[in-house]
């Protein structure tokens, strides 16, 4: 006997125990889970291998040759850049890089600020420098103080002096060189002296002829380069803010050709004076290659810093004083071996799939529950929605947890770059709110499907599109610095964007790393602008609590069948069962139209009476209907048609009726599957249409079909559904091995084998079984018997009859026997509405108040039976005649059963009989007859 309704911890610990349970029914499923990323790292791991043993190739590593290197004719072998062709020079060795001049970033003619519709500025030169060519490269300075700023800037660009080839790179440092070439992230090649594009000399005024070429040597690289000039220009601006609007309308980015003004670098000295130097610097970094994946390096930099500090010492010590920035070159560099780190390359890809794969697990596991009914099964046994959906979020999120994490372990014990150099914090924090997501985005799926293999369908279609589409169509706008930064968060709003966007800074940082010999991304890194993980993970955030909220509250109008404002007045307090006379309240109702029986009117008369005073009663029906708008020009259904009744405690009352009279949408209206049109009803007191949730509570139901776990065994299903009432221990013990016992299911292992191995039979008597336990007051069987036996079916009867005792059964059968064997009271359903109700020898004795005369003798003598029945009962009536056989329906009133006797005694003198009968009325007469009345006065109606 359970002790009151089970408590939200007591049903949260009963569901994951069924979750525990299924869990470990599925192994065999969750090791194939775990071993695709498992396989998927080891391919990765293969791969990576194979092609380090291609690139190690002697073909690719640094040249080597066989040189006399003391000169006794004994070579030795001697690798080095001089021995290599242009696939080996990579891995080479470089102890001493070559020094290059220190240079400037020059836009080119075409692109240098000019006057424009956009920039008022006069100061600018007229645009028709563009044809010529001769257009200047401009510095802008601001500051506090512009009489040092126009100090300053006249000092940017000297005269220079003249090239002495003696000493090359020390005449270059006194000449402002500058070039508008694209660099690389390594500068052991400087790109401006190994390109078709002009090197470019700075200076106040270009005098004529002032284009000149001059060899230069680094190591054992001879250039002839040549050198024009280019003047340089400073202009002042009144603010900073005047120099960011300039740059920003000269942005390369979204303008075209015509409209593009480029400076080489702005200065803000600030309050900068003789005493104090203070500057900052704005420099172009959007400069890109060939492949627009690369942004400017940094290392033509160093010389707009030299510039200001060059112009701040002549402004103090006067034009002869220099500091003299004469080359600049690379860190030494080591043999290194040709390497490519597979794994974060196409890491993106293969990670989101493996990602991804979850989404449809949990998603069919959802909606496999939603399309057999389970949900909606352990609601009616009493699982509220909180501990529900604690629980089943919880469980998946565990199982997502621990596939990520044997995922990360397994990838970095196989020594995948992706896991190993990346902070394993960050990784974590990712994919813990990433599978939070995930989790979130299937619950709110699941509830716009209701069939598993759609389902399925669309959850892997989803995992192979995010994919796809990520990988060859995002990561392409990713890459395109031009691409606006702001589309691209708009992007990451779509679950499979914001994952491929977090794997893929993880792999470029892993790339990077590897090849650079660094670190991968840390904590740090998430401040810079180039960095979008912080933007994720905000953005998964945000996803995450909006898909929860969206997920909960559609479930809550879909399968709780609450209305879609129900939040305005959830904190209205809900009615106690306590206060039944408060809560009966009569429902108004349309005049009913169809003639009710004597029967049937008595039963709404009594209703009536019910809900005007306080009552007992288990189950009150007040004028409950059910309608089904019509569809494509059809009619409305009538489902049930103001059904009117009212069972007390301790009752069992059957309904019967053909097929589609509307039983099982009754059935369904009480347990709460589907809403009544208008009317209600009333259980324990409480109104199906508001307090639904409590009355699970004290529910039990037999559905007309078996809903079951599969993998659960008959014996966990009775543990399960035990527990939400509230039964524990020893009691919830006793009472599963007592309804096992009860339905016969006890013995011979048959308990502890899945439900999916069980019969029809064995089936439909665990449901049964889960019905009744846990001591429910009401009780709805919609059909139970089906598929049994005539041995179960007994047996399933006697457990009934034992079960009426204290509570109140509604049942419905298609079996006369088993509704005159257990049903107190009997209502026959016919078109959705009552034609009568009463016990079964009331009923009998109501519609079949005749007897059932039999006769068969040979056709000759067909009229003398005719005449000796007519004899007996003037008012016979012959229903049945076929070859001498004939059966007369014989009022009670009018004949004796002794003179049936004699009757046909002195027949039998007088001609053969070969068997007659005389029966009583049967229940089964009773239903065809009520059944057939019913429909003829619906034709006629």
Same mark, same amino acid.
């Given at each position: ?21 299924? $869990? ?68 080479? /060795?470089?102890?001493?890089? /070559? ?11 075409? %692109? ?57 790179? *020390? ?114 970094? =959007? ?24 112009? *701040? &010492? ?23 071996? !040709? ?23 949990? !998603?069919?596991? &959802? ?45 970095? !014990? ?169 809560? &009966? ?8 139209? $169809?003639?009710?029986? /004597? ?17 007992? #009663? ?16 059809? /009619? ?53 249409? =508001? ?88 009780? %709805? ?14 047996? !399933? ?7 009426? $005792? ?6 419905? =059968? #298609? ?5 005159? #064997? ?24 109501? *519609? ?18 005719? #005449? ?74």
């Amino acid at each position: 006997m359970a002790d009151g309704p089970a408590s939200f911890w007591t049903q949260a610990n009963a569901l994951l125990r069924k979750n525990l349970t299924f $869990q470990k029914r599925d192994v065999k499923s969750n090791i194939r889970l775990i071993l695709v990323p498992i396989v998927l790292c080891l391919l990765l791991v293969l791969i990576q291998n194979l092609v380090n043993k291609e690139l190690d190739k002697p073909s690719n590593r640094c040249g080597c040759k066989c040189v006399d290197t003391n000169g006794d004719g004994k070579c030795e072998e001697v690798c080095g850049i001089e021995y290599s062709d242009l696939d080996q020079v990579g891995s080479c /060795p470089i102890p001493s890089p /070559p020094e290059w001049p220190p240079l400037l970033q020059i836009p080119a003619s075409k %692109y240098r600020a000019v006057q424009t519709d956009s920039i008022s500025y006069r100061d600018l030169p007229d645009d028709s420098c563009k044809i010529s060519g001769s257009c200047p490269a401009t510095i802008l300075l601001t500051g506090t103080n512009q009489t040092f700023g126009e100090s300053m800037g006249r000092n940017f660009f000297s005269s220079g002096s003249t090239l002495n080839s003696s000493d090359i790179f *020390y005449s270059l440092a006194y000449n402002i060189l500058g070039s508008e070439s694209q660099t690389e992230l390594m500068n052991f090649l400087e790109a401006a002296f190994f390109s078709n594009l002009p090197v470019y000399n700075v200076r106040p005024q270009c005098p004529p002829n002032s284009t000149f070429s001059f060899p230069l040597e680094f190591g054992s690289v001879a250039v002839q380069q040549e050198i024009s000039c280019v003047k340089g220009l400073h202009l002042w601006r009144n603010s900073s803010y005047e120099i960011n609007d300039e740059l920003y309308k000269g942005y390369r980015k979204g303008n075209p050709v015509g409209k593009i003004n480029e400076i080489i670098a702005a200065y803000d000295f600030f309050n900068s004076n003789r005493n104090g130097f203070n500057v900052n610097i704005w420099y172009n970094s =959007t400069y890109k290659d060939d492949t627009g994946n690369r942004p400017m390096s940094l290392t033509r930099v160093p010389r707009s810093v030299n510039l200001a500090s060059n112009a *701040y &010492l002549q402004f103090l010590l006067g034009p002869s004083a220099r500091m003299l920035f004469e080359f600049v070159k690379e860190m030494p560099k080591a043999e290194t071996k !040709l390497k490519l780190d597979f794994a974060s390359l196409l890491g993106p890809l293969f990670f989101t799939w493996v990602v991804s794969q979850l989404f449809p697990v949990v !998603l069919i596991a &959802l909606v496999y529950e939603k399309q057999q009914k389970l949900r909606i099964m352990m609601k009616m046994h009493g699982l509220a929605d909180g501990p529900y959906w604690m629980i089943s979020y919880s469980y998946f999120l565990v199982v997502s947890s621990i596939y990520m994490l044997c995922f990360v372990i397994f990838g970095s !014990l196989v020594g995948l770059k992706f896991f190993l150099l990346n902070d394993y914090s960050i990784q974590f924090v990712f994919y813990f709110i990433y599978i939070n997501l995930q989790v979130s985005l299937a619950f709110l799926v699941a509830a716009f499907f209701s069939n598993v293999k759609t389902a399925t369908v669309i959850g892997y279609m989803m995992v192979f599109a995010n994919g796809l589409l990520a990988a060859f169509l995002f990561q392409f706008f990713l890459q395109d610095e031009s691409f606006p930064r702001g589309w691209i968060i708009v992007m990451e709003i779509y679950p499979g964007f914001s994952l491929f966007r977090g794997l893929y800074e993880f792999s470029q940082y892993a790339f990077n790393a590897n090849y650079m010999g660094t670190d991968g991304m840390r904590w740090k890194d998430l401040s810079d602008g180039k960095n979008g993980m912080k933007d994720v993970l905000i953005i998964m955030i945000v996803q995450w609590l909006v898909f929860l909220f969206l997920a909960y509250y559609i479930d809550q109008i879909a399968s709780s069948g609450k209305d879609p404002l129900f939040f305005l007045w959830s904190s209205r307090k809900k009615p106690s069962p306590s206060f039944r006379k408060h809560s &009966l309240r009569r429902q108004g109702s349309k005049v009913f139209v $169809q003639m009710e029986k /004597p029967d049937v009117a008595q039963e709404r008369e009594r209703v009536e009476q019910l809900l005007e005073s306080s009552t007992s #009663h288990a189950i009150i029906c007040d004028n409950l209907k059910k309608v089904y708008p019509g569809k494509d020009g059809n /009619p409305e259904k009538f489902a049930v048609r103001g059904l009117s009744l009212a069972l007390p405690q301790g009752e069992c009352f059957g309904m019967l009726g053909p097929n589609g009279a509307g039983k099982t949408t009754f059935i369904n209206m009480m347990i709460g599957l589907i809403k009544p049109s208008s009317g209600t009803a009333y259980a324990q007191g409480m109104d199906i249409r =508001t307090n639904m949730d409590m009355i699970y509570t004290n529910m039990g139901v037999c559905p007309q079909h078996d809903l079951l776990w599969e993998k659960l065994t008959g014996r966990e299903h009775l543990l399960f559904y035990g527990r939400l009432k509230n039964l524990k221990g020893s009691v919830l013990t006793q009472a599963v091995e007592e309804s096992l016992k009860n339905v016969n299911l006890f013995h011979g292992g048959v308990a502890d084998k899945q439900a999916g191995k069980y019969s029809g039979g064995m089936k439909r008597r665990l449901s049964v079984a889960i019905s009744l336990i846990g001591d429910p007051k009401v009780v %709805y069987m919609d059909e139970p018997s089906t598929g049994l036996d005539p041995a179960s079916r007994h047996n !399933l009867w006697n457990v009934v009859k034992r079960a009426k $005792q204290d509570r109140a059964i509604i049942l419905t =059968t #298609h079996s006369m026997e088993e509704a005159e #064997h257990l049903c107190d009271r009997l209502g026959i359903f016919v078109d959705g509405s009552l034609q009568c109700i009463g016990n079964p020898k009331e009923l009998k004795a109501r *519609y079949g108040g005749s007897y059932v005369f039999t006769m068969t003798t040979s056709s000759d003598n067909e009229e003398e039976v005719e #005449h000796m029945v007519r004899h007996l009962s003037p008012n016979a009536n012959r229903i049945y005649h076929i070859s001498g056989t004939q059966k007369f329906e014989l009022p009670k009133q009018e004949v004796r059963i002794a003179d049936v006797f004699q009757a046909v005694e002195k027949a039998k003198s007088k001609f053969t009989v070969y068997a007659w009968g005389l029966a009583d009325t049967t229940l089964e007469d009773v239903f065809i007859k009520v059944a057939r009345s019913a429909q003829a006065f619906n034709v006629l109606s």
